[in-house]
């Protein structure tokens, strides 16, 4: 007995060691964000000038440009790594993430759907370079981003009734999402092909993903919408636990499987919505990140959703800063580089099948 006290202290203080260590890692790589860029600026001018004590030049540059982008980085991150950790431990699959479920797809659509007849892509002269440029500073994207989320909450509501009527299983819940994937993009397709050369040219920028939108008003929003979304999340960590024995098991403790299924998916879609009408298509951020922490503190929902929400924040982070200074001055949406990395992971685990055994 002792033995096991002792089996299980050590793997608790691991769990917290991780999360330590992430969360410094966290702090450095912001600053380093904020200090790279064509403006070259050393740590110390950075926390001088988000302390309020360096010169207008550098304050304006960090906390008007580098900082918002820094944090939608962090929340965004947060957002579409824990919908994905949530999602694989509701479905009991660890390919299910916002972005192999649909639901990006379908805010994809949405966007589409505001540039081509909501009036949001029609910008007077001007050439498609031009469209791209305009669009990302002088555009109404508030109209795109409220048709994305809108139609990415459709699609996500019309997963959970065709679940709803044939009984919410997790096989149902993802061939659902498959379908409803393909259905919205095939739609993205055909707004691709009626569109204006303007217009084809804002839906492009608009699907690469890029954090490079982010203002004040933004990351306001997101933390006002995502902080109660974490908040239910930690709250309902045991009973997703209980799932995780399968659903007759859930029942005898006094859970009930379809209501827990159904209220996490609508939280982790809210959550992955909200994301992807602001700042685009970020892929497999909900599919890698999960993975990689859960391989390393197991997958205890308690530890797993808090940790993963950290090292989500900074894996985006990460991924944005290498994206802007890659190949600088030349900018790459962070959407393009999470790509490279997810896709290879995706075919890695469709190929070795973590599913035996992964969730014990």
């Not at 304050?59 to 790594?81: D, F, K, N, T």
């Not at 259905?183 to 920028?205: H, K, N, P, W």
């Amino acid at each position: 007995m002792n033995q096991v006290i002792r089996q299980y202290h050590h793997h608790i203080r691991k769990r917290l060691l991780f999360l330590a260590l992430i969360f410094l890692a966290t702090l450095l790589v912001a600053v380093y964000a904020m200090s790279s860029g064509a403006a070259g600026l050393s740590w110390r001018d950075v926390i001088l000038a988000v302390t309020g004590r360096g010169d207008t030049v550098t304050e304006q540059i960090v906390i008007h440009i580098r900082l918002p982008r820094v944090l939608a980085a962090l929340l965004g991150g947060l957002a579409l790594s824990v919908s994905g950790a949530v999602m694989q431990s509701l479905l009991r699959n660890p390919l299910a993430s916002p972005y192999t479920l649909g639901i990006s797809g379908a805010a994809a659509f949405g966007a589409a759907f505001g540039i081509v007849f909501l009036g949001s892509g029609h910008i007077a002269g001007g050439d498609g370079e031009a469209a791209i440029r305009l669009f990302s500073v002088f555009q109404d994207r508030y109209a795109v981003m409220g048709s994305a989320f809108i139609w990415s909450l459709a699609g996500t509501g019309l997963i959970l009734a065709i679940a709803r009527f044939r009984g919410i299983t997790p096989e149902i819940l993802i061939l659902a999402g498959i379908a409803i994937g393909s259905l919205f993009s095939a739609g993205l397709s055909a707004l691709q092909y009626i569109a204006t050369d303007i217009e084809l040219a804002a839906i492009v920028f608009w699907m690469f993903g890029d954090l490079g939108r982010a203002g004040w008003t933004d990351i306001g929003m997101l933390a006002l919408i995502l902080t109660p979304i974490m908040v239910f999340f930690m709250f309902m960590t045991w009973n997703y636990k209980a799932l995780q024995s399968g659903d007759e098991y859930a029942r005898s403790v006094g859970v009930n499987p379809d209501r827990i299924r159904l209220s996490g998916m609508l939280a982790a879609s809210l959550a992955t919505a909200v994301v992807v009408s602001y700042y685009g298509i970020i892929a497999f951020v909900g599919l890698v990140v999960p993975h990689i922490v859960r391989r390393i503190i197991g997958g205890d929902e308690s530890f797993l959703i808090p940790a993963t929400a950290v090292f989500g924040g900074m894996f985006l982070l990460l991924s944005d800063t290498v994206a802007r200074t890659l190949f600088s001055p030349v900018i790459l949406p962070v959407g393009i580089l999470t790509s490279f990395i997810g896709a290879p992971l995706f075919l890695f685990l469709l190929i070795r099948g973590v599913g035996r055994g992964y969730w014990t």
